[in-house]
């Protein structure tokens, strides 16, 4: 079985930063894409951040200049730093991945649980 683990999450005032992480496990063999995603009340889930395994990146415009995307295959990890947060970053902000298992053909997506990050006024 794989597993995704984010954590990272907090309250934080305007302004702040964070740094998200997101460990994946279990029977693994590789890892495609990497991403994160985020959602707030009563909003449908949206794309923050995604990067491939040769390293391109892609960002909401939202958060182009202050949120980096990075990832280290050797720990299976996908990283957010979020810097020059704003109250309206507030979510909870989900990792995903398409990982291939050991025994198996081809990629599926993954998911984690969710982090909650809350950014006040």
């Known amino acids: 079985q794989v597993q995704l683990v984010e954590s990272g999450g907090g309250f934080v005032q305007a302004g702040g930063a964070l740094r998200l992480s997101c460990v994946a496990s279990?029977?693994?063999?590789?890892?495609?894409?990497m991403g994160w995603y985020r959602q707030a009340p009563g909003k449908q889930r949206e794309l923050v951040a995604n990067i491939t395994r040769g390293g391109s990146t892609n960002y909401a415009d939202s958060v182009k200049g202050r949120f980096a995307i990075s990832r280290d295959d050797a720990k299976n990890t996908v990283y957010l730093q979020m810097n020059s947060l704003k109250p309206e970053d507030t979510a909870v902000y989900y990792c995903?991945?398409?990982?291939?298992?050991?025994?198996?053909?081809?990629?599926?997506?993954?998911w984690g649980q969710g982090t909650q990050v809350t950014v006040s006024s």
């Open positions: 279990g029977s693994i063999f590789s890892i495609n894409a």
């Open positions: 995903d991945a398409d990982i291939s298992r050991w025994g198996t053909i081809g990629y599926f997506n993954y």
